[in-house]
T-cell receptor, first 118, second 112 residues
Framework: DSGVTQTPKHLITATGQRVTLRCSPRSGDLSVYWYQQSLDQGLQFLIQ???????AKGNILERFSAQQFPDLHSELNLSSLELGDSALYFC?????????????????FGEGSRLTVL | EDQVTQSPEALRLQEGESSSLNCSYT??????LFWYRQDPGKGPEFLFTLYSAGEEKEKERLKATLTKKESFLHITAPKPEDSATYLC?????????????FGGGTRLMVKP
């Protein structure tokens, strides 16, 4: 168990609809990352938040948006859904470097939310 | 743009048959190269971080090595429980965040 919690685990919806995926990072982690994994694209970075602010942006579509709340949980909003948006969406969190320890840069991944768009 | 290419895409081994997985990368200043293991329907699980050419890390039957252009994941005497997809990723000094750029993965199947 990585300590990262994602809900829902599975979601089936129709084209044109909007869904929200939720992520709770590991206790104490300030950074949250969203990744999309599809069969043909592999793991693609979408966006990173650090302590409530957007830190880095990847190949995230304009129809997608995310935010990180004061309690550090994050939500990924997907709108005007298309068939091609069907994928596994992973959230990950990372620890803040601590003085006196080796920073591994490791990301801790949740178990993902499987989105199926029909 | 950072790029990671893994080969082969799939690898079938007999139990005990050692082999290596390859990860070739191009990156604007390497902060770290990562190996993850992913089981079906699960999130990637961290294995190793390598920071500089010549570095090696070991864990049980796995050993990761790094050069300036590629990394290898050596699997010695694999067991069926080593069957999984192995992902390689890089973290760039040029990026503001700590995002990882992943390769497509190598799906390893170890038969008893």
């Amino acid at each position: 168990d990585s300590g990262v919690t994602q809900t829902p685990k599975h979601l089936i919806t129709a084209t044109g609809q909007r869904v929200t995926l939720r992520c709770s990072p590991r206790s104490g982690d300030l950074s949250v990352y969203w990744y999309q994994q599809s069969l043909d694209q592999g793991l693609q970075f979408l966006i990173q938040y650090y302590n409530g602010e957007e830190r880095a942006k990847g190949n995230i579509l304009e129809r997608f948006s995310a935010q990180q709340f004061p309690d550090l949980h994050s939500e990924l909003n997907l709108s005007s859904l298309e068939l091609g948006d069907s994928a596994l969406y992973f959230c990950a969190s990372s620890a803040r470097p601590q003085a006196g320890t080796t920073y591994t840069g490791e990301l801790f991944f949740g178990e993902g939310s499987r989105l199926t768009v029909l | 743009e950072d790029q990671v290419t893994q080969s082969p895409e799939a690898l079938r081994l007999q139990e005990g048959e050692s082999s290596s997985l390859n990860c070739s990368y191009t990156v604007s200043g390497l902060r770290g190269l990562f190996w993850y293991r992913q089981d079906p329907g699960k999130g990637p699980e961290f294995l190793f971080t390598l920071y500089s050419a010549g570095e090696e890390k070991e864990k049980e039957r796995l050993k990761a090595t790094l050069t300036k252009k590629e990394s290898f994941l050596h699997i010695t005497a694999p067991k069926p429980e080593d069957s999984a997809t192995y992902l390689c990723a890089v973290q760039s000094l040029a990026n503001a965040g700590n995002m990882l750029t992943f390769g497509g993965g190598t799906r390893l199947m170890v038969k008893p």
